[in-house]
């Protein structure tokens, strides 16, 4: 086959695009159906129903862009956490989804920081689901993606919706957990926020929790495209740069 040699032609795939992309298709592997919820987003959906009443704590930890008040308050969403709550309430358990998009902080940009970003939310529900399974699906996901040496570690982790919470941090490749500048001398990255879903959250869609269980995860796209990359500043994300862009 010729090579197209017209540089106007050649087609670039964003490495966010990617990222999402490449996580949507190992999920749905696994069973997971894909479900989508609104950038614009009720208070009840980003905040309450995910056992983030008001004046908790934790919504200090999302720097919100609230809307003009209207009757409702209005909000862009600040986690793809939301769909989980309209998914179960109008589905009955079992039941695997992953939901991609965009969400956004009311913060200052820096290296690590933008307003908007990319979350693949997943979340099963059933009977007997356990931290073990969680850990075997986030397992797989991270070794197709980074490769088969991925080794992952849990650590306690706070997250209002779920119980128990985790940290899911992967290994350093370059130092393979010796500790280099890569990792901020760690051996280990964080990679993703995940746990078992709070009872409270599925009793509060009528799901009773004392028959069913669920786990739920959190991946940060520009996180793990900056990691797979080796991109250093989240902004070069963003600059619309073809340059950068043509890299991948
Ligand atoms: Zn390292």
Redesign the pocket.
Known sequence: MEENKDPQNKKHIHPITRVIQDVVSILTELGFEVAQGPEIEDEHYNFDALNVPKDHPARDMHDTFWLKPLDLRKLLRTQTSDVQIRFMEKNKPPFRIVSPGKVFRNEATDSTHETQFHQVEGLTVGKDVSLAQLKGVLETVLKKLFGEDVQIRLRPGYFPFVEPGVEIDMI??????????????????EVLGAGMVNPKVLNGVGIDSREFQGFAFGIGVERLAMLKYGIDDVRLLYSGDLRFGEQF
């Open positions: 350093c490749s370059k130092c393979n957990a010796k500790g280099c500048p890569s990792c901020g001398h760690n051996g280990w990255i």
